[in-house]
C-alpha cells in the first residue's frame, strides 16, 4: 500500500497524519506514524504477523480504533511493528502488522499509551485521504 | 495564552469572565502571569469546555504546571456531584490511570552515593525494567491478576515486595476500593502479562536525589528529611493495563455521551454520568487500574532496595510517601457549609490534604500531606507540603510536575540524546537509557521552570515548598 506519514505538534504528546490515495492507505501511513514513534522500522524485521479485524460505521473512530487495535496486539505479543496493511468492507475492517520480538538490535523510541480523539480528523482532497489524531506518549 | 482574556483575582489567581449568555462554571487559573503566558491557547479552550459539563461543583481549574493535554489539560480539576448529574471522564483521567510518584527516604548521604555512583546507576538500569518493549520478570496468572486489581499494594506486600510500614505511606494505605475485574477487558488483562514491575517510557523515570535546599524545618523534619540526605523517586502509572482501559472507555463513553444525550463540547471529554452503568463500569475499571499503579511502584520500591542492599548492606529505605497524579477518587469536602461527597477528577494534579486531613497517616497527619513535584532529568524535583487553604481553593489539589514547555518534536530538533546525556554527566547527574530519541525529547529545557512552578504553587496557597531534591542518578524509559 503506498502512502506518506508526518508528525503535527502538540505540547506533551505527538500528532500523527498518514496520508494516501485510498482511506486504507491514510490509515496504514498513521500506524506507520505511530510505531515509527516506538522503534526506528528500518530496524525491525517484519517476521511476524498478526490479523486486527473490527467493526466499525464512523472513520474517524475506525483510525483510533485501527491504531489501538495494533498498539493492543504490539503489546499483548510482546512485537515491535514495521509492516502494515489494511482492507475495508463497508464496516468490516480487516488488517495485519507484521514485525519480530523486541531484542537489543531494535532502535528503540518512546512507548506510545493510546491513540486519542484529540484533533482527531479523516478526510478526503483532490490530492486523496488524510487521517491524523494526537497519540498519549 | 492571551492572558488579555483573563481576569487577575489575585498575582496567583485568575478567572475567564463569562461573555454574554454564556453558560458555565467559573474557571480558575492558578499561576503567575508569565507561566500563564508561557501556556498554550488550548489550555483555555480545554478548561472552558470542562466548565461546560453537567454536575460540576465549585470551578474547572488549572494548576500552574498546566499544559495543552486531550479532553481535559493536562494540570486539570474538576470535582463533580453524582447526585446532580455528575460525569465521570475518561478524558479527565488520562491513559496512564493512576500515574503517579512514589518517593523513598534512604539514610544515605550525597557521598555515600557518590562513592558508588557508576556502578548503582549501571545496576539500576540493569535490574528495574524500562523503556518501551522491556518485560518484568512477574508473571501472573488470570486470577491473580483480578487479585491485584481488587489489592493494590497490599497484594504487593502480601506476596513479599514490602512491609505494612510501606502501605502506611501510600494513598488510599495502598489499595483503592471499589475495583471491578469483571469491567476490565480482557485485552486490558492480556497487555499487564508483561508489564509488572516496569518503569515505562515517556516522562517516566526512576531517579537518585539528594536534598539540595530546606524551606521548612518542622516539617521537613515531620516527613524525615534533612540537607545531603540521598533520596529514590519513581514515577510511573498503571502500565499496559491501564492505558488499554483509557483505550476501550475514551470510545466506548464517546458513543455512550450521545446515547445518554449529553452534548459535549469536545468528544475526547467522553464521559457518563457517574450513576449510569456506563459511568460505573469505567470507575470500576479504573479503581482496578489505580491499584494495578500502586501494586507496580511497590514492586519497583522492591527492585529498588535489592539494588541498594548490594552496594549498601545496612541501608534503610523508607516509603515518604507515594501520590498519584491521574485520577477521579471519591471525597468528602466541604461546599457552602455543606459535606458533600465529590468525584474529584486530577489529571496531572495531585492530592494535596492538609494538615488534619483524617485520610492521611498518623505521622503526617499535623504537618499535612507530602505532596511531589517532579521536574526534569536535569533541574530539580520539589517536596511540598498540603495546606489547609488548598482545600477551599482546589479541592485539596497541587501541581504534580514541571510540564512541558515544548512539544517533543521540536525537542528532537534541538537536542540529540547523545550529547544531552553526556552533558549531564558533565554535571555530575548519570542518565541511564535505552532510547536516546526519548532522552532528547525529555531534556531539561523542554520543560517549564520547576522552580517557578514550585513558587506559583505555594504563592497560590495550594501546597507549601519543604525540600528541594536535586538528581543524581536517572533511569529514563
Given amino acids: 500500500m503506498g502512502g506518506t506519514y508526518g508528525y503535527f505538534e502538540h505540547d506533551a504528546d505527538i500528532g500523527v497524519c498518514g496520508r494516501g490515495v485510498k482511506l486504507e492507505d491514510a490509515l496504514v501511513s498513521a500506524a506507520r506514524a505511530m510505531f515509527a514513534i516506538q522503534a526506528d522500522p528500518d530496524s525491525i524485521r517484519p517476521g511476524e504477523r498478526v490479523v486486527i479485524q473490527f467493526e466499525e460505521g464512523d472513520t474517524e473512530l475506525a483510525l483510533v480504533r485501527w491504531l489501538n487495535a495494533l498498539l493492543g496486539a504490539s503489546r499483548e505479543r510482546g512485537l515491535a511493528f514495521s509492516d502494515f496493511g489494511l482492507a475495508r468492507e463497508g464496516e468490516r475492517w480487516r488488517g495485519w502488522a507484521a514485525g519480530e520480538p523486541w531484542h537489543n538490535a531494535v532502535v528503540r523510541g518512546t512507548e506510545v499509551k493510546g491513540a486519542t480523539l484529540t484533533m482527531l480528523s479523516v478526510r478526503q482532497d483532490a490530492r486523496g485521504w488524510e487521517a491524523r489524531c494526537v497519540v498519549d506518549v | ?477
Fill in chain 2, 1 to 477: 495564552m492571551d492572558i488579555a482574556r483573563l481576569r487577575s483575582i489575585d498575582a496567583w489567581t485568575w478567572t475567564v469572565p463569562r461573555r454574554d449568555g454564556e453558560s458555565r462554571a467559573e474557571i480558575r487559573l492558578y499561576a503567575d502571569a508569565a507561566l500563564l503566558g508561557a501556556m498554550d491557547d488550548k489550555v483555555l479552550e480545554q478548561i472552558t469546555n470542562v466548565a461546560r459539563l453537567p454536575g460540576l461543583v465549585g470551578a474547572a481549574m488549572t494548576m500552574p504546571d498546566a499544559h495543552w493535554g486531550y479532553g481535559f489539560p493536562i494540570g486539570g480539576v474538576a470535582a463533580f456531584d453524582a447526585d446532580r448529574g455528575g460525569i465521570i471522564s475518561a478524558g479527565g483521567v488520562g491513559f496512564d490511570i493512576s500515574c503517579g510518584i512514589r518517593c523513598l527516604r534512604t539514610d544515605l548521604t550525597a557521598d555515600d552515593v557518590q562513592a558508588h555512583a557508576r556502578g548503582l546507576a549501571d545496576s539500576l538500569f540493569e535490574n528495574i525494567p524500562a523503556g518501551v518493549g522491556e518485560e518484568g520478570s512477574i508473571r501472573l496468572s488470570p486470577g491473580e491478576l483480578d487479585e491485584v486489581l481488587l489489592g493494590g499494594a497490599q497484594w504487593a506486600v502480601k506476596e513479599g515486595y514490602g512491609t505494612d510500614d510501606d502501605l502506611q505511606y501510600i494513598e488510599e494505605r495502598g489499595r483503592m476500593a471499589g475495583a471491578v475485574p469483571a469491567s476490565v477487558s480482557e485485552l486490558a488483562k492480556k497487555r499487564q502479562r508483561g508489564e509488572m514491575g516496569t518503569l515505562g517510557s515517556g516522562n517516566h523515570y526512576l531517579e537518585v536525589q539528594t536534598v539540595e535546599r530546606i524551606y521548612d524545618e518542622p516539617v521537613a523534619r515531620a516527613f524525615g528529611l534533612v540537607q545531603g540526605q540521598a533520596i529514590v523517586s519513581i514515577h510511573c502509572g498503571s502500565r499496559g493495563l491501564g492505558h488499554q482501559i483509557g483505550t476501550d472507555y475514551l470510545v466506548s463513553l464517546a458513543k455512550a455521551a450521545g446515547r445518554l444525550g449529553l452534548d459535549l463540547p469536545d468528544r475526547e471529554l467522553a464521559c457518563a454520568p457517574i450513576n449510569s452503568p456506563e459511568g460505573q463500569a469505567y470507575l470500576g475499571a479504573m479503581n482496578g487500574a489505580i491499584n494495578i499503579a500502586l501494586a507496580n511502584r511497590q514492586i519497583l520500591t522492591y527492585l529498588t532496595r535489592r539494588v541498594f542492599g548490594h552496594f549498601f548492606r545496612e541501608a534503610r529505605i523508607e516509603t515518604l510517601f507515594d501520590v498519584s497524579h491521574n485520577t477521579c477518587k471519591p471525597e468528602w469536602h466541604e461546599v457552602e457549609g455543606k459535606r458533600r461527597l465529590l468525584h474529584v477528577h486530577r489529571k496531572g494534579a495531585t492530592r494535596a490534604f492538609g494538615p488534619g486531613h483524617a485520610g492521611l497517616p498518623e505521622r503526617y497527619r499535623k504537618a499535612g500531606q507530602p505532596v511531589i513535584i517532579g521536574g526534569s532529568m536535569g533541574t530539580g524535583s520539589y517536596v511540598l507540603v498540603g495546606t489547609g487553604e488548598s482545600e477551599n481553593r482546589a479541592f485539596s489539589s497541587a501541581s504534580h510536575g514541571a510540564g512541558r514547555a515544548m512539544s517533543r518534536s521540536q525537542a528532537l530538533r534541538q537536542w540529540r540524546g547523545r550529547e544531552l546525556i553526556d552533558e549531564l554527566a558533565a554535571r555530575g547527574i548519570l542518565v541511564r537509557t535505552k532510547a536516546m530519541r526519548g532522552a532528547a525529547e525529555e531534556a531539561p529545557g523542554a520543560y517549564k521552570d520547576v522552580n517557578a512552578v514550585a513558587e506559583a504553587t505555594e504563592r497560590a496557597g495550594l501546597a507549601r515548598r519543604v525540600a528541594l531534591l536535586a538528581p543524581r542518578i536517572c533511569v529514563k524509559g
